[in-house]
């Protein structure tokens, strides 16, 4: 057993006819509730679409024990980077910045087929093998048409970490769209860099507490060394409390990570979405810093006047 949730247990295992390692998500069918096996459904329907994705854990089929319990064979990674930050502390900003963008890649990829992923969280990105970022747990995502947005639970639907990374609409049951998964992306980064999320939780604090904070308290602006202004920025914004004050698609957020990267000094990390824009790569990218896409304060609606619609992607 290499971990366990609240419903499921994950194993590592080996395949008897190929010696390929894996990992086997069991559920525990037994007395759960059919929004929980609905869950297991989304997250199969979600990686079957989205597992050959190289941020993205794959999974390689899905089957059912003798006792009737669902399982998912996965991928097998060596951890989450919570553990990894919990582990070692904090990331880089160089580092947080090239995972910013290559999970931004993962979840705009999501978002042209249509799944948001909606618990984005460090407990949730795995390192593979190649020590790479892998976006797991698709268990609370919701599949909707191109362009739809999706009405969603309120708190009461949380517990625990979900609801200290939940974006606020999520607690309100307001309407879920890509910004959401961009908050939360963004609320991941800042853990990256600072050891903990915007609103960590305290011993035995209630999520309708904890909930109240994310609601009402503004983020505190982080301290870790080394973080340039133009990053801290970019966090913030996208840690608005209204989703139009964000960065309104994966695409646009992650440009403006490309964009902090070139101001730096650092080679642009290419975020892979199949058949999207060309990619910037850092064989493509202009020698001086690149004007920003986004910035805090434009509006979503402003935003679209100033920079051209990309793709596909769903606002």
Known sequence: MIGQGRCSTVFSAREGATGRA????????????????ESLEREAVALAA?????????????????????VLVLELCAGSLARVVG???P?????????GVKLAGALE?????????????ADNVLVTRYDEPALADFGMARLRPAGATTTTTAAGGLAGPAVA???????????????????????????????????????????????????????????????PPDLHDLLLGALSKDPADR????????????AVEVGSGWAPTPAAVPGAHTPWTARSAPLGPAPPVWAPGVRRSALRRIVPARGSAPA
């Open 87 to 89: 582990d070692q502390g």
């Open 50 to 70: 989205l597992g050959d994705h190289p941020h993205i854990v794959t999974l390689y089929r899905s089957l059912v024990l003798e006792d009737r319990r669902p």
């Open 247 to 258: 960065p309104g698609s994966m695409a646009l957020f992650a440009d403006a990570l490309r």
């Open 109 to 121: 990829t999501a978002h042209r087929v249509g799944v948001l992923h909606l618990d984005v969280r």
């Open 22 to 37: 894996v990992a086997l998500k069991v559920i525990d069918a037994v007395g759960l509730g059919r929004h929980h096996l």
């Open 165 to 227: 990374h939940a974006a606020p609409e999520l607690l309100l049951g307001d309407e879920a769209t890509a910004a959401t998964d961009v908050y939360q992306l963004a609320a991941t980064l800042y853990h990256l860099l600072t050891g903990q999320p915007p609103f960590p939780t305290f011993p035995g604090e209630r999520p309708a507490a904890v909930a109240h904070r994310v609601l009402h308290q503004a983020v505190e602006p982080s301290a870790a060394p080394g973080v």
């Open 91 to 99: 990331l880089g900003a160089r580092a947080a910045a090239a995972t």
